[in-house]
C-alpha cells in the first residue's frame, strides 16, 4: 500500500540556519504531496501542496518540490525562526477520478526544535 | 470563528468505561475524518465518512464505533475503554471528490484521552 516515510526528529537547529527534512513516499497512482504543520497543543494545518511532478509548493518561505524520478519531496526552508519549532508531517493523497473522500496518509512526522 | 470543534479537550477514563468523543465542523464539509496520533507513530486513520450516511473503517478500527449524525457532526465512541486507547484524537473533514484533499483538510485541536 501506499505510505510515506519521513526523517527522524529531532531536528535541532539555530535561528537563521538552512533546514531540510527529507520525505519519500510509496504509492501505485500519481499522488498529491502535502507537507502539513503542528505546533504545540494544536491541530494540524496545511503548509504547502504539490499536485503533480516537478511542481513547487510553497508558503511562508518553505518550499518543496515534488520529484517523481527520486519519489521524494523534501521540505526546505533557507532561514528558521525560533516561531517556526513545530512537528512537520508528510502526506499523501493518492486519489484517482474514481475515489471520493478517502484520506491522506502520514508519516510520523519530524519534530523541528529552534533556538535563538 | 469557522473551523472543527471537538469535544471535550481532555478526558480521564477508567477501563472498561465508555465515551462519545464529538466533533462538528461548519464549513460544509461532504467529509469527516477521526484520526488518532501517538508518539512515534504519527497520525493513524480511524475511522471516515465520505458524505453525509456512509462511514469507512481506516487503518486501526478496532475498538471504535462512528456515528455521522448530519452533515455537520461526526462522533467517535469508545465503548469499553483500553489502555490502549491512551491517545490524543483528532477530528478533520474536507471537501470530498477528487478535489478534497487538494484544498487540505481542516483539523480540530484534538482530545487528549487517558486511560487508567
Known amino acids: 500500500g501506499d505510505s510515506v516515510t519521513q526523517m527522524e526528529g529531532p531536528v535541532t537547529l539555530s535561528e537563521e540556519a538552512f533546514l531540510t527534512i527529507n520525505c519519500t513516499y510509496t504509492?501505485?497512482?500519481?499522488?498529491?504531496l502535502f507537507w502539513y504543520v503542528q505546533y504545540p497543543g494544536e491541530g494540524l494545518q496545511l503548509l504547502l501542496k504539490?499536485?503533480?511532478?516537478?511542481d513547487k509548493g510553497s508558503n511562508k518561505g518553505f518550499e518543496a518540490t515534488y520529484r517523481k524520478e527520486t519519489t521524494s519531496f523534501h521540505l526546505e526552508k533557507g532561514s528558521v525562526q525560533v516561531s517556526d519549532s513545530a512537528v512537520y508531517f508528510c502526506?499523501?493523497?493518492?486519489?484517482?477520478?474514481?475515489?471520493?473522500?478517502?484520506?491522506?496518509?502520514f508519516g510520523k512526522g519530524t519534530t523541528l526544535s529552534v533556538s535563538s | 470563528n469557522a473551523g472543527v470543534t471537538q469535544t471535550p479537550k481532555f478526558q480521564v477514563l477508567k477501563t472498561g468505561q465508555s465515551m462519545t468523543l464529538q466533533c462538528a465542523q461548519d464549513?460544509?464539509?461532504?467529509?469527516m475524518y477521526w484520526y488518532r496520533q501517538d508518539p512515534g507513530m504519527g497520525l493513524r486513520l480511524i475511522y471516515y465518512?465520505?458524505?453525509?450516511?456512509?462511514?469507512d473503517k481506516g487503518e486501526v478500527p478496532n475498538g471504535y464505533n462512528v456515528s455521522r449524525l448530519n452533515k455537520r457532526e461526526f462522533s467517535l465512541r469508545l465503548e469499553s475503554a483500553a489502555p490502549s486507547q491512551t491517545s490524543v484524537y483528532f477530528c478533520?473533514?474536507?471537501?470530498?471528490?477528487?478535489?478534497?484533499?487538494?484544498?487540505?483538510?481542516?483539523f480540530g485541536s484534538g482530545t487528549r484521552l487517558t486511560v487508567v
Open positions: 478533520a473533514s474536507s471537501l470530498s471528490g477528487t478535489g478534497g484533499p487538494l484544498y487540505g483538510y481542516t
Open positions: 504509492a501505485t497512482g500519481y499522488p498529491s
Open positions: 504539490a499536485t503533480k511532478a516537478d
Open positions: 502526506a499523501l493523497s493518492d486519489l484517482t477520478p474514481n475515489q471520493a473522500g478517502t484520506a491522506l496518509i
Open positions: 464549513m460544509n464539509h461532504n467529509s
Open positions: 465518512s465520505a458524505s453525509e450516511g456512509t462511514t
